[in-house]
């Protein structure tokens, strides 16, 4: 039996980045796993995807703004797609590229900011200049608010790895500056382990089938399709877009497999889900409590 189409994607341009951050993955991928995605694989992918797409999310294992044809891209996505959503770390957001965001029709554009000062973030951040980045966020608001425009959406986003990074004191005058620019959100969020990559303690709650399963996607930067996005080294692939369509690899056996080994608690048979802690996250009504509320409010990166 065909599974209903899923509603959001993430699409891979680039699976290379400019950063080398302790928390994320991306340092420990042979160099030879990344690349750039071309444009015939990226049209192929979201004219697709134009069918049943809700939300888009033009980002994954690397720095989407090394592409250089991203803003262009983006562009196109926004004009087929509902929501598009990009996520970076914003090293490279020069005002060229923020009026071209801009006039491009993001809907959301989130950054990776891991520190409210200096010391925590580019310790953290490692090859990023704090104030270079602050400014280039400020100049992104600024031309926002220019052009008179709504969107996109502008959110900073902090993985907390340690307390002094959201204290208080620091945390309000940090955001006292960006809300004066029209700062529309910043998520706290707390780190995962990556399918088990990073060695994380986590407490086991009640087993629950990863969501994601049934109702997104991931494209990678060469066409091939991953189910989950925590499947940072493509353990998974269910197939290539340069090879069946989007449709024929969410109904293919690979995926279907999945599905139905997560079902009956078969997760130790795949590696990408073994060591996993999204699996074992509180849940309401099969949505992980920590993002229920961005889920009802529909914020969802």
């Known amino acids: 039996m065909a599974t209903a189409m899923p509603t959001r994607m993430w699409v891979e341009l680039s699976a290379r980045c400019n950063l080398r951050c302790v928390m994320c993955p991306n340092k420990d991928m042979d160099e030879s796993a990344k690349g750039l995605m071309s444009w015939d694989v990226f049209k192929k992918t979201v004219d697709e995807a134009a069918e049943f797409i809700f939300d888009m999310s033009l980002h994954h294992r690397g720095e989407s703004l090394l592409h250089p044809e991203a803003v262009n891209m983006i562009a196109y996505a926004a004009k087929k797609i509902p929501r598009t ?83 208080n004191e620091n945390r309000q005058k940090f955001i006292e500056e960006f809300n004066a620019l029209g700062l529309d959100e910043l998520v706290v969020k707390q780190p995962h382990n990556w399918a088990g990559h990073l060695k994380t303690d986590f407490a086991k709650k009640s087993y629950a089938p990863c969501t994601f399963l049934w109702n997104a996607l991931l494209v990678l930067y060469n066409g091939d399709v991953v189910p989950c996005a925590q499947d940072f080294f493509a353990k998974q692939v269910v197939g290539n877009v340069t090879q069946k369509s989007l449709e024929e690899i969410w109904n293919d056996e690979p995926i279907r497999q999945l599905r139905q080994a997560l079902i009956d608690k078969r997760y130790t048979e795949y590696p990408a889900c073994r060591n996993c802690d999204r699996l074992w996250r509180d849940t309401f009504m099969g949505i992980p409590k920590e993002y229920l509320k961005r889920f009802m409010l529909h914020k969802m990166p």
């Open 85 to 167: 959503n990009l996520h970076t770390n914003g090293t490279l957001l020069t005002q060229e590229v923020s009026r071209g965001l801009v006039e491009a029709g993001l809907t959301r554009i989130s950054f990776s900011f891991d520190g409210f000062v200096k010391e925590d973030y580019e310790n953290i951040r490692k090859g990023a200049d704090f104030d270079l980045t602050v400014e280039n966020i400020k100049n992104l608001l600024r031309i926002r608010r220019e052009a008179d425009s709504k969107i996109p959406f502008v959110a900073i986003e902090v993985i907390q790895l340690n307390e002094s990074q959201v204290q």
